[in-house]
């Protein structure tokens, strides 16, 4: 067997969550920095990895070792190249998370800690191939995040974290009762074994249905996300950066995995289904985000957004759609990211993110408002920049599509309304006269910026040449449709 | 020759903006000559370039063509491409004069802004955009740098934005151009499905029918709209004359408006497949040009009048589209962009100097600042459209082709809006620069500002006469004008300076218009709220939405998540009287049964002492009393065993009866 590298990247963040903890509070500061040389190294297998990845080369790295063979279940690891975008971003927002919150000094080894255990969970979910072992990490990522929340959250922390997990854990159960629903059909817990079975297309459907509820949780899609806004205004703003830029692409994933590939009859007839609800969830998130009056729910709701999107493109099961929807969600993941760092770096000076008390801050911090402008226009979907690509794509897939056509111009109408809630915020946060909780507060710091300039390289440089991105994402999804039986 | 140097045309000031953002503000004020360098760079690579096509081109294969893949999708590439054949090679020039001539401008009129450099950085990536959009050779390139021009004039448009008109005038345009660029979006996506490419080549050479093309067509037309500010999407561009005025010549006048009219030139083909799409240009065009100059009559902000004359003018454009002249067009659009570009130019002097932007307050400018007088007379006659200024050329090519088409119509309405036109332009002009000085102290501007402004005065002096040279080149006739249609646009154009005149040019006996206002107050009225289109739009569409939001809001947080807090409640009520349940119920029965046998085992002890042992105690002792009493029948008595027979007898009989044997 080769150089288990994946194995590696799983739990490398285990052990360091382990040392974290175990050096405790006493010797915090020596804990942080095993904390961030962990994920630094963590990252760093993550670009080995990407370097010696074989675009071509579909399923790779794999590692399969028996576990429980009485029941069929197998430790089996392997990536492409939609795994690949969704691990890097982990490893890399995992990273960002530990240096922007580097003065974390309220039990500060437990939070390092969380965090690096949140990583396992999260890496794990992208390369893990056997339904038990995703369905272990699927559940590991509840346990640290519910703390993240419930211990350094906001006044209402306690209800959100509980409001965060149970719903997701409602959603999961549908996820487990699936699960052992196709088990109990091939006989397998193999993820890649189930890909194109020819499953009967009616026992598809419900088992479709279980999926969906368990997926539809962790986007969120309308309906289904008021877990969400509740569970970022109250988390610290690291853990807001995963959620967002991780969590909920772990919902997305599951269809793109899991869905399309084993339940394909089903995903042809809940497209349009899932299409409508993408529109809704699109334009819906879009119009209420431009009613918040805190940022950090302004920025929540524009996530249900974005995710619709995702949605829309996955709906099309088209190549320029699923590429597309892969696009987004990693281009959601660093411009929301930045998004949110930048309102954690606001509150933390200004101790408010009401909308109505931060203003002007062009004029006393450019910096910070130069890249909260950046970020906003990333976020709308400017070309150039990465959010363009994805959306593009996806309705450029959509169209191309058996979505009707109306769904598709709904959709449209969001890029409008993004435009204009983002620039609403803009208007008022970033432009104007400083108001009083902006006149004396000081620019970013180097640390600070050292978070965001990752970001915003990786914004341009997708936004500018697609193929970056592309290149990994497109023959991924190419397979999962030749697993259809489609394009 | 290696042409590979027209990359570099929108490559530099690309390079310029790259370089100056990330910089401080005081280093960016020094940077300031690098932006200026940069775009004089590009105008002498332009020229180049255009010498490169000169004098063999025509519209047939691109004389230079460098492509990008960005993106591979399936078996499908997505390109980034530019393309230098003699369309792009006027534009480029139009553009690339236009953004040096607005640049070295900007050295004096913004020298005093704190941001200088940042002004620069944002024009620089513009002048980029825009350059890059004529050179683009696919529409997926054009959008992108067509929506990057946008953000551009965002920023531009909200310089000031300490100020609150400016900043709601940038968020504006950004979303009225945003709402046309939804059309665009829609027409790749389409056009994507229909031929499965962006590039111009293949896109163009697609068979488009009648039925496939309208729809592609109509949407573009939208997004056009949108960009160059026509009804009902021309709303934004007279708001965003809150930002720099050198900024308002470049993005507002010359170049970023006119990108809607040349997307349709580019992609003219396909409107000339659908037939449908080119009625609705005319359509748009006319209702365009002459409502809007209608409004430029009656307004006193001199850039405002300009503002709306730009709308007007580009309704001209239009028109030429929808009649079928793309050539006439792109002419009238690159006078355009040199006479407009000079009047705003014009009117950034004039508005330092008068230190006010409302005609009302200047007068008599004519004697105190004589180049720029000269400057803006060149520009005015060009806009009114009298010989041999360039404006009168490219809009007698507009009427000749209305006329060869036999819109006849057309042609009226054509020609009412151009002698609206040279009547608003009188009245600028006579009030502005002849009506009785207001002011004492009047300044000519720099140098760097005045000089910029003779060069586009003479270019717009000149221009006229090389028409057919511009027609020959761009492989379409531009012919010299006929005497009849020349006549008669010269006499509307003379009959609206005349008017003009009477109105506000004669010292003697100035006509009341306050008096006009008071006979016409409807017709007033309807002028000065602008047909009352940005009242509609703000309270029914800003203001509705706005509302929507905000009812959404409640809703999502009353119904959809209280469905979802309710069911928690729900539950947690359910399962407290679970627990109720539990306690009561299972468990009662539990402790029920306990009880109920321990009152069974009560009452079994009672039964088994009272009954069971009762009954064994009972026995005996109704042995025992038997006993008494039987030993009593045993008395030996006649008459006691006599009544026991008979009493016997009785109860056989009655049993027999009974049974009935």
Redesign the interface.
């Given at each position: 067997m080769d150089f288990p590298l994946l194995t590696l990247i799983v739990f490398l963040p285990l052990l360091g969550a382990a040392a974290v903890a175990l050096l405790g509070n006493a010797r915090a500061s020596a804990g942080r920095a095993v904390a961030a040389f962990v994920a630094v190294v963590d990252l760093g297998l993550v670009a080995w990895l990407a370097a010696r990845f074989d675009v071509a080369g579909g399923m790779q790295f794999a590692e399969i070792a028996e576990w429980v063979p009485q029941a069929g279940i197998t430790y089996y690891l392997a990536i492409d190249g939609m795994s690949l975008a969704m691990v890097a971003l982990s490893a890399l927002l995992t990273l960002l998370a530990i240096v922007a919150s580097w003065k974390t000094d309220r039990n500060p080894a437990l939070w390092f800690s969380m965090l690096l255990l949140l990583e396992v969970g999260m890496n794990g979910v992208f390369v893990a191939m056997d339904f038990v072992l995703f369905y272990v990490f699927w559940e590991l990522v509840l346990v640290p995040m519910y703390f993240l929340i419930a211990t350094w959250g906001g006044p209402r922390r306690q209800y959100a974290a509980v409001k965060f997990f149970l719903y997701t854990l409602f959603g999961s159960v549908f996820m487990l009762v699936g699960i052992i629903a196709l088990y109990l059909q091939t006989g397998t817990f193999g993820i890649l074994e189930m890909a194109g079975a020819g499953l009967d297309p009616s026992f598809q459907w419900w088992v479709f249905a279980a999926f969906f509820l368990g997926f539809a949780v962790k986007v969120p899609v309308f309906p289904l996300h008021t877990w969400l806004p509740d569970a970022h205004v109250e988390a610290p703003t690291a853990a807001s950066v995963l959620l967002a830029g991780v969590l909920l692409k772990m919902g997305s994933y599951g269809f793109l995995r899991i869905s399309l590939p084993i339940l394909p009859d089903a995903a042809a007839e809940w497209s349009t289904f899932i299409a409508a609800l993408a529109a809704v969830s699109i334009v819906y998130g879009a119009a209420v985000a431009f009613a918040q009056t805190d940022m950090k729910k302004l920025v929540a709701y524009s996530s249900i957004s974005h995710m619709g999107f995702v949605m829309l493109g996955i709906a099309s099961m088209t190549p320029e759609g699923l590429n597309g929807a892969v696009a987004v969600m990693f281009s959601h993941g660093v411009v929301t990211g930045m998004l949110f760092f930048l309102v954690g770096m606001v509150y933390d000076r200004t101790h408010t993110r009401m909308i109505a008390e931060v203003s002007g801050l062009s004029s006393k911090v450019p910096v910070a408002a130069g890249l909260m402008a950046f970020a906003s226009f990333a976020s709308l979907g400017l070309p150039g920049l990465s959010g363009f690509v994805g959306e593009f794509l996806s309705l450029v897939g959509a169209w191309g599509s058996d979505i009707p056509a109306g769904w598709v111009i709904v959709s449209v109408v969001g890029v409008l309304l993004a435009a204009a809630y983002m620039l609403w915020l803009v208007q008022r946060v970033v432009l104007g006269t400083p108001s009083d909780a902006v006149a004396r507060i000081d620019d970013l710091g180097a640390r600070e910026i050292a978070v965001l300039v990752p970001l915003v390289a990786l914004t341009l440089i997708v936004g500018v040449y697609w193929d970056s991105l592309l290149r990994f994402t497109d023959p991924a999804v190419r397979a999962i449709l030749v697993t259809m039986g489609g394009a | 020759m290696s042409m590979g140097y027209v990359v570099l045309i929108p490559l530099l000031p690309a390079l310029a903006f790259a370089l100056l953002a990330p910089l401080s503000?005081r280093a960016r004020t020094r940077a300031v000559p690098l932006a200026v360098g940069a775009v004089l760079g590009s105008l002498a690579l332009s020229i180049a370039a255009f010498l490169a096509v000169w004098p063999g081109g025509h519209a047939g294969e691109p004389v230079w063509q460098g492509v990008v893949?960005?993106?591979?999708?399936?078996d499908?590439a997505?390109s980034l491409g530019l393309q230098l054949e003699p369309v792009s090679a006027v534009m480029l020039l139009v553009v690339s004069l236009v953004g040096a001539a607005v640049q070295v401008y900007s050295l004096g009129y913004m020298h005093r802004e704190e941001r200088i450099g940042w002004y620069y950085a944002a024009l620089s990536l513009f002048t980029a955009a825009m350059l890059a959009l004529v050179l683009s050779n696919n529409f997926l390139g054009l959008?992108?740098a067509w929506?990057?021009m946008g953000?551009c004039s965002?920023l531009l448009i909200?310089f000031w934005?300490?100020q609150e008109p400016p900043?709601l005038a940038s968020?504006k345009a950004?979303?009225t151009t945003?709402?046309g660029?939804?059309g665009f979006?829609?027409a790749?996506?389409?056009i994507?499905?229909e031929v499965g490419a962006f590039d111009f080549h293949t896109v163009l050479d697609h068979a488009w029918t009648a039925a496939s093309a309208t729809p592609v067509a109509l949407l573009l037309l939208f997004g056009a709209m949108g960009k160059s500010a026509q009804f009902p999407l021309h709303v934004w561009l007279p708001d965003a004359m809150a930002g720099p005025t050198p900024a308002s010549a470049l993005i507002h006048a010359a170049t970023m408006v006119a990108a809607g009219v040349f997307l349709v030139v580019r992609a003219f083909p396909i409107f000339e497949a659908s037939g449908v799409a080119l009625t609705v240009t005319l359509w748009v065009g006319l209702v365009t040009a002459l409502l809007a100059g209608l409004l430029a009559m009656v307004q006193h902000d001199i850039k405002k009048v300009l503002a709306y004359s730009t709308i007007s003018q580009l309704g001209f454009m239009f028109i030429a589209l929808g009649a079928g002249g793309s050539t006439a067009a792109l002419y009238h659009l690159v006078t355009h962009a040199y006479f407009k570009s000079l009047l705003f130019l014009g009117a950034g002097v004039i508005i330092h100097a008068a230190h006010t932007q409302d005609m009302r307050e200047m007068g008599g400018l004519a004697g105190k600042l004589p180049v720029t007088s000269l400057a803006f007379a060149s520009g005015s006659l060009a806009l009114a459209g009298i010989v041999p200024f360039s404006g009168f050329w490219s809009k007698d090519e507009i009427l000749t082709v209305l006329l060869h088409e036999h819109q006849y119509v057309a042609f009226g309405i054509a020609l009412l809006a151009a002698l609206v036109t040279a009547f608003y332009v009188s009245r600028l002009w006579f009030r502005v620069f002849t009506a009785p000085p207001q002011q004492a102290e009047l300044h000519e501007g720099h140098r760097s500002m005045l000089a910029p402004m003779v060069v586009l005065a003479s270019v717009t002096a000149v221009l006229g006469f090389f028409g057919p040279t511009l027609g020959g080149f761009l492989g379409h006739e531009i012919p010299w004008p006929q005497l009849a249609t020349a006549a008669i646009s010269t006499a509307a154009a003379a009959a609206g300076v005349a008017l003009g005149w009477w109105v506000y040019g004669r010292r003697t006996s100035v006509v009341n218009t306050q008096a006009i206002k008071q006979r016409f107050p409807h017709a007033y009225g309807v002028l000065a709220n602008k047909y009352y289109f940005d009242l509609t739009y703000g309270y029914f569409v800003v203001g509705g939405?706005?509302a929507?939001?905000?009812v959404?809001?409640v809703f999502?947080q009353r119904v959809?998540?209280g469905?979802?807090n309710g069911t928690?409640a729900a539950w947690r009520r359910l399962a407290g009287g679970g627990w109720t349940f539990d306690q009561r119920v299972v468990d009662g029965a539990v402790n029920g049964t306990a009880a109920a046998w321990r009152r069974l085992a009560g009452g079994g002890w009672t039964f088994d002492q009272r009954v069971v042992d009762g009954a064994v105690n009972g026995t005996a002792a109704v042995v025992k009393a038997a006993g008494v009493r039987v030993r009593t029948l045993q008395t030996g008595s006649v008459r006691g065993y006599q009544t026991l027979v008979a009493g016997a007898v009785v109860l056989l009989v009655i049993w027999i009866f009974v049974k009935g044997v």
């Open positions: - | 503000r893949t960005i993106a591979h999708i399936g499908r997505l959008f992108m929506e990057i953000l965002y909200g934005h300490e900043r968020i950004f979303l945003k709402v660029d939804l979006m829609v790749l996506a389409v994507y499905a939405y706005d929507l939001t905000r959404l809001a999502d959809v998540d469905a979802v928690a």
